[in-house]
């Protein structure tokens, strides 16, 4: 049978799980009646309710007699170390571009990594219907963006479909038509079929599963001889040791789920159950004569933060596991499946630093814990820092924004301030497109101020460059925090009082501890409040007239923001009920001690 295998990659929102969806359609996975909603691949609670793609996902589906395996993958620069593993297992990649944005910073990164494989492009211009979309200049806007990135010849010839997504059709011209079918068409005819090497049997683990019933299961593609059920096989590992193993059970993918199936064959993606212990990388090989494929590179995390067991007053109330051996191995066992990230241990036995993509990248393991029923203690994101020929250098990052042109003044103060250099500033239609060169520390509570001053209206997106000179201090937040003197429940009339010193992130009734972040000052400095206190109640007083406290209502603050939000001496409580700001020190005596002892040690 003949094998199709293609990834999907885009920037954020160019509509890439928008399009698996049609190829599900169009080739029939599912009855004509039967709903099958929208975003079908988005299949985890967290994408859901984001609207984004974490993780990546297969689909086969046939047509005209051919299989095709679609990948589809994530578009945020976060989870970058997804993609790079996926696109091992393609043989051809699908670039989708929106018709008004044209190339993105991901689209660069993603098409880069796939080019460097020597993939075969398509390219597809999405969003035509779009009004003030300029699906000509974007396909130029392409085709630089390849010659930049330095394609062969071959590469540069690539094909381009135009359509949209979300009306369900693609066409090679901009003849809108009612069906996806040229697409397909296209996908058969420039993807080549799976290049097959000669010889024995070689499989690089790409991705994982889980089963509660198979337990973990191994993703790869079968790059040459083909695999049975029951078959001994040698897994070779990453660092080189070899395991003797047998397939228990082999699987190929159909529509949106599996098929069992007793034989695979070379240039076919299959999940493989039965082998213990094996990690992405590793190569499934001949028994006898065992050959290692090369090793997955993924691109260094550049952020770190530490994790450490919930120690505040409220601990144990909300979450199951509370203690640092559940922490540690909860840790340890993300590390397998996530490649981009890295655990350390620390002097302290419950404490680790994480280190990740991004905040994006860090926010989602915590809110996946934390579901889990994990109770946490997160400290400040840090970026890291290097020494390159004797000089402290730290990441810089490429940023892009768009907006409109009444806003652009503010954005460009805006990042100027946070160090951030403008490298291209133009207009399309009644935008103005951004990009600047900014230290990663610049970037953390920039989305915050950004929104709130350009009234909503920015789009921003990041990317990894390179490691720069240190560019010196920048300044964090203004304002300081308001936090609570002592343990008890809040009232209205003592919030009500405290109105004019800054707003709040609780409501009245919430209990709080000492030491805890309940607001934000109106001023620099900190300034710790009874937000407790109770009216004294005399006989004296006008019936009805004491509960009529009007209160603003308190600030929301997502897991991400807050890890924007707080500074060096601070840090986040995060159990499966509630996420909550505080002081590391939670003793107001402590902390001035140790601010002492931290101006000394300055000077």
């Not at 009339?493 to 109106?522: A, C, H, T, W």
Request: glycine share 8%.
């Amino acid at each position: 049978m003949d094998i199709r295998n293609i990834a999907i990659i885009a920037h954020v929102d160019h509509g890439k799980t928008t399009l698996v969806d049609k190829i599900l359609h169009a080739t029939k996975v599912f009855r004509e009646n039967q709903d099958a909603g929208e975003l079908i691949m988005d299949s985890n609670d967290l994408e859901k309710e984001r609207g984004i793609t974490i993780f990546s996902k297969n689909a086969a589906v046939e047509y005209n007699g051919v299989k095709i395996n679609v990948i589809d993958t994530p578009g945020h620069a976060d989870f970058g170390g997804e993609v790079e593993r996926v696109l091992k297992m393609a043989d051809g990649v699908c670039l989708l571009v929106d018709a008004f944005e044209g190339p993105m910073p991901q689209t660069r990164f993603v098409l880069q990594k796939a080019l460097a494989l020597g993939l075969k492009p398509i390219v597809i211009i999405n969003k035509v219907d779009k009004p003030n979309c300029r699906p000509d200049e974007v396909h130029d806007a392409v085709f630089e963006l390849f010659f930049n990135l330095d394609a062969t010849e071959e590469q540069l010839d690539f094909p381009t479909y135009y359509g949209s997504g979300k009306n369900g059709w693609f066409n090679d011209s901009l003849t809108q038509i009612d069906n996806i079918n040229p697409l397909l068409d296209g996908i058969l005819k420039h993807v080549p079929p799976p290049a097959v090497g000669e010889g024995s049997l070689q499989l690089q683990i790409t991705s994982l599963d889980y089963s509660s019933f198979l337990g973990r299961i191994a993703i790869g593609k079968v790059s040459r001889g083909s695999i049975k059920e029951g078959q001994p096989i040698s897994l070779m590992q990453t660092d080189g040791t070899i395991k003797k193993s047998r397939v228990r059970e082999l699987y190929v993918f159909e529509g949106m789920g599996k098929k069992k199936v007793s034989e695979v064959v070379a240039g076919d993606l299959c999940a493989v159950v039965g082998l213990e212990g094996f990690n992405i990388g590793d190569t499934i090989a001949d028994f006898e004569n065992p050959e290692a494929l090369p090793v997955i590179s993924v691109d260094e995390p550049t952020m770190n933060m530490m994790f450490s067991i919930n120690n505040s007053p409220f601990f144990g109330k909300d979450g199951k596991f509370v203690t640092s051996r559940h922490l540690r191995d909860r840790l340890m066992k993300e590390t397998e499946k996530n490649l981009a990230l890295r655990v350390r241990d620390t002097d302290s036995a419950d404490s680790f630093l994480v280190y990740g993509r991004g905040i994006l990248h860090l926010g989602v393991l915590i809110e996946t814990m934390r579901r889990e029923g994990y109770e946490l203690t997160i400290g400040q994101p840090q970026v890291l820092v290097k020494e390159i020929d004797g000089r402290k250098c730290e990441p810089f990052e490429t940023l892009v924004v768009d907006v409109p042109q009444e806003y652009a003044s503010k954005v460009i103060d805006l990042v100027t301030r946070r160090k951030g250099e403008m490298l291209i500033m133009e207009t399309k239609g009644d935008m103005q497109h951004l990009e600047f060169d900014i230290p990663s520390r610049g970037l953390l509570g920039l989305r915050t101020n950004m929104l709130t001053n350009t009234a909503g209206e920015a789009v921003m997106n990041h990317r990894f460059s390179e490691y720069k000179p240190w560019k010196g201090p920048i300044p964090g937040r203004n304002n300081g925090v308001l936090i609570a003197k002592e343990a008890g429940s809040t009232t209205a009339y003592s919030i009500d009082k405290l109105q004019d010193r800054g707003f709040f992130f609780v409501d009245p009734g919430e209990e709080v501890y000492k030491g805890m972040i309940i607001g934000e000052n109106n001023k620099p400095g900190d300034l710790v409040v009874n937000p407790n206190e109770g009216k004294k109640l005399t006989n004296m007083r006008a019936s009805g007239s004491d509960g009529t406290v009007s209160l603003p209502p308190k600030r929301l603050m997502t897991l991400e923001e807050c890890m924007e939000y707080i500074q060096q001496d601070e840090c986040i409580e995060v159990t499966p009920n509630n996420i909550r700001m505080r002081k590391t020190i939670l003793d107001e005596e402590e902390r001035k001690k140790q601010q002492k002892r931290m101006s000394a040690e300055a000077i």
